[in-house]
Each structure stands twice: as C-alpha cells, then as structure tokens.
C-alpha cells in the first residue's frame, strides 16, 4: 500500500493502525510557529484540500490526513464516531509527533470533530479555527442536509455535477482526477458507509450532550475565520437536474423549492454561532461556492488561514 503515497507523504502507527499524513511547506523555524492542519468533511479524504495547498504561502507548513479506510489509511477497529475520529487524530499529531500550535482548517462534519478534538484534548495546542462551511452541531435541528424528499428528486444524478463542482473546480486535471478516482474504489464505498450512514446523524446529539457551548469563548482569544458557502446553490443545481429527468411530484418539487428558499438564511446562522467560539471572529461569504469552498473558491480558504496566521495573540 505504501507504493501509493506520495514523496510527501508517509504511514504514522498510531497504535492500532497506521494513518496516511502528508506534509507540505518547510520546517517551522521555531517550536511556538503555528502550523495548519486540514481536516475533511464527511466521506472525504485528504485530496479535496489540493488546491488549498498549492495556493498556501511557500513558507507555511501545513498537513493534510487520511482518516482510517480512506485512500491510504489503514481501517481502525474502531467504528467511524466523531469521538473516535477526534482520538485517532489526537493520536496522529502525538506520533507524527506535530508539537507546534495547530491552525485546524474543517470542512462540513469537520466543524463537529474539531469540537470532539477539544472536548478530549483542550485548547491548549491551538493557535486558530478555520470553519469552511462547518457543521455545528445545531444544524440537524435547522436543516436536513439528508432530506429524503431532495434526494428523491435529485435521484440519479451525479452530485459533483449538479453542484457545479465538476465545471467550476479549481483542482488541476491530475488532482481532479485523483480525487475522483479515490472515490471510486470499493475501498471508499466501504468507509463512506460507515462514516456517512451509521456515525454521521447520531454524531451531533452525542456532541450537544457535552455542552461545550455554554463555555464559550471555548477558545477565547484565538481566532476564528468562518467561511459560509452558498448552500442554495448545490441545492438548485440538485433540483434542476432532477427535475430535467423527470424526477419528484410536483408537491416533492415544491418542497425543495421552499427548502432552497430559506436554506442560505438558515446557514448563516448557523455559521454565526461558531463566532462565539473566541472573542476575535470573523464571519465571510463564499457567494460562487456551494458546500466544497476548498475545492471551487480555494483562495478564500487561504484567506482565511493568512487572516488566523496574522491574528494569533503573541501570548500563544
């Protein structure tokens, strides 16, 4: 399996099994230098950030990750829970060993495992939070990502391509590729199963439970970028080609017309609840992206780390 990684990438035993991590930029000049670590949404491995990286500052050290099943990673014995993610990523920055401050940069489920991260480790290793279009842990309450009605309509549809992410991403051909081919393995529909269907739902009440958020500024005064795309679009792009197969009736088309009306209000304030999280947050709209921000308007994700990189309090 080794013979798959690439010159910057390399297997970290984490005691059960081995997790895929891959180091971009040179050595941090001094112990206190934060460093970026991005972590995926749900079903998603480490290529959707390609772009991210290669529009990062040269002199930014920044890694990005497997989670177990996906693409390079070996699979865990244990079940794909946002607890047991956070674990084994608390797990790979010790044996990597990744000892600087950690910038962490997530997409989508992202937004609940770094606050499993937190919940197990603290603050302490922060030096920042990027949330790219992150789900917090009210959103099954405000909005269902898995409505059973939208899919009925958008039933057979290619999701990259109704999202306009197939046309309008900012990946190279060779990175597109790649990242298509890893999700197409049986390997891939394996994990996704698992993390998508069986840990994904049941994740954010397990979360909500901890009440972390009634010790914010959780973070208090490290700084927090929050990117919220443009959830209307993915949605629209859905339902018109749905509907161009001939899908849903016309009362399943109306209600996902309705849940495209409201859902980038209800978005937004979900994204500003992450803004509690420190005394220094800053809130900015992905208007040409839907959900994959990192993928088709990358440069506002690098906006974002360069903001947190020059907001860290000296202290830290």
Same mark, same amino acid.
């Given at each position: 399996?080794?013979?798959?990684?690439?010159?910057?990438?390399?297997?970290?035993?984490?005691?059960?099994? &081995?997790?895929?991590? !891959? @180091?971009?930029?040179?050595?941090?000049?001094?112990? #206190? =230098?934060?460093?970026? +670590?991005?972590? $995926?949404?749900?079903?998603?491995?480490?290529?959707?950030?390609?772009?991210?990286?290669?529009?990062?500052?040269? &002199?930014?050290?920044? !890694? @990005?990750?497997?989670?177990?099943?996906?693409?390079? #990673? =070996?699979?865990?014995? +244990?079940?794909? $829970?946002?607890?047991?993610?956070?674990?084994?990523?608390?797990?790979?920055?010790?044996?990597?060993?990744?000892?600087?401050?950690?910038?962490?940069?997530?997409?989508?489920?992202?937004?609940?495992?770094?606050?499993?991260?937190?919940?197990?480790?603290?603050?302490?290793?922060?030096?920042?939070?990027?949330?790219?279009?992150?789900?917090?842990?009210?959103?099954?309450?405000?909005?269902?990502?898995?409505?059973?009605?939208?899919?009925?309509?958008?039933?057979?549809?290619?999701?990259?391509?109704?999202?306009?992410?197939?046309a309008e991403h900012k990946l190279s051909q060779e990175e597109?590729?790649?990242?298509?081919?890893?999700?197409?393995?049986?390997?891939?529909?394996?994990?996704?199963?698992?993390?998508?269907?069986?840990?994904?739902?049941?994740?954010?009440?397990?979360?909500?439970?901890?009440?972390?958020?009634?010790?914010?500024?959780?973070?208090?005064?490290?700084?927090?970028?929050?990117?919220?795309?443009t959830r209307s679009r993915d949605w629209s792009g859905l339902?018109?080609?749905?509907?161009?197969?001939?899908?849903?009736?016309?009362?399943?088309?109306?209600?996902?017309?309705?849940?495209?009306?409201?859902?980038?209000?209800k978005n937004e304030g979900l994204m500003r609840e992450f803004?509690?999280?420190?005394?220094?947050?800053?809130?900015?709209?992905?208007?040409?992206?839907?959900?994959?921000?990192?993928?088709?308007?990358?440069?506002?994700?690098?906006?974002?780390?360069?903001?947190?990189?020059?907001?860290?309090?000296?202290?830290?």
């Open positions: 399996m080794a013979s798959t990684l690439p010159s910057n990438g390399r297997l970290v035993n984490i005691g059960t099994h &081995s997790l895929a991590l !891959y @180091t971009h930029g040179p050595e941090p000049t001094s112990a #206190s =230098e934060p460093v970026v +670590l991005f972590i $995926s949404g749900v079903a998603s491995d480490a290529l959707n950030w390609q772009a991210v990286v290669r529009l990062l500052s040269p &002199s930014v050290r920044s !890694y @990005t990750y497997d989670r177990s099943g996906f693409n390079n #990673s =070996e699979y865990s014995p +244990l079940a794909p $829970s946002a607890e047991n993610i956070a674990l084994e990523l608390s797990l790979l920055i010790e044996k990597a060993p990744i000892p600087n401050p950690l910038i962490l940069v997530g997409h989508s489920w992202a937004g609940v495992l770094i606050h499993e991260y937190i919940a197990l480790k603290g603050t302490d290793h922060l030096a920042g939070l990027v949330f790219v279009d992150a789900n917090h842990e009210t959103a099954p309450l405000v909005l269902n990502v898995n409505d059973p009605i939208l899919w009925t309509v958008a039933a057979g549809v290619d999701p990259y391509s109704a999202w306009g992410v197939e597109w590729d790649a990242f298509r081919a890893a999700e197409s393995t049986e390997k891939y529909q394996l994990i996704m199963q698992k993390e998508a269907v069986e840990n994904y739902s049941p994740s954010f009440e397990t979360l909500r439970k901890k009440e972390l958020g009634k010790r914010q500024p959780l973070v208090g005064d490290r700084p927090v970028y929050v990117i919220a795309g339902y018109r080609a749905g509907v161009a197969k001939g899908n849903g009736t016309e009362e399943e088309r109306a209600h996902v017309r309705e849940m495209i009306r409201t859902v980038d209000v803004l509690k999280l420190s005394t220094r947050s800053e809130l900015v709209f992905a208007m040409e992206s839907g959900h994959f921000v990192q993928i088709t308007q990358p440069e506002i994700v690098v906006d974002g780390v360069n903001w947190v990189l020059n907001n860290v309090p000296a202290s830290s």
